[in-house]
Nanobody, 126 residues
Framework: QSRLVESGGGLVQPGGSLRLSCAHG????????IGWFRQAPGKEREGVAAISTEKNQIVYAESVKGRFTISNGDTKGMVYLEMNDLKPEDTGIYYCAADYQTPYWPKLTSDRYDEWGRGTQVIVSS
């Protein structure tokens, strides 16, 4: 029933890599924004990266620039988040979200997104 499904989380050691996937679609529009957010235990939800599905416009949080890469997949309806050089502070539940009501540019503010996936867990620990 969900139109946003995350996958790819897991347990990795510091310095390791993971690729998260967000399957999306069925919103009734051709252009929208997919964002990745994360929430660590006891902390507020944090925007990580976002991309427009048609124009490949991208924004990253400063904390992940140079380490994470968001991209539209070759398959329609898929967005990836490649995470490299993972750090313990990257630990959290990672959610993808869709903004189809105001899809004018990628954004990292969670209140502008319309639907959310159920999340996938990422643990970075030695």
């Amino acid at each position: 029933q969900s139109r946003l499904v995350e996958s790819g989380g897991g347990l990795v050691q510091p310095g390791g890599s993971l690729r998260l996937s967000c399957a999306h679609g069925g919103f009734g529009v051709n252009y929208y924004i997919i964002g990745w957010f994360r929430q660590a235990p006891g902390k507020e939800r944090e925007g990580v990266a976002a991309i427009s599905t048609e124009k490949n416009q991208i924004v990253y949080a400063e904390s992940v620039k140079g380490r994470f890469t968001i991209s539209n997949g070759d398959t329609k309806g898929m967005v990836y988040l490649e995470m490299n050089d993972l750090k313990p502070e990257d630990t959290g539940i990672y959610y993808c979200a869709a903004d189809y009501q105001t899809p004018y540019w990628p954004k990292l503010t969670s209140d502008r997104y319309d639907e959310w996936g159920r999340g996938t867990q990422v643990i970075v620990s030695s």
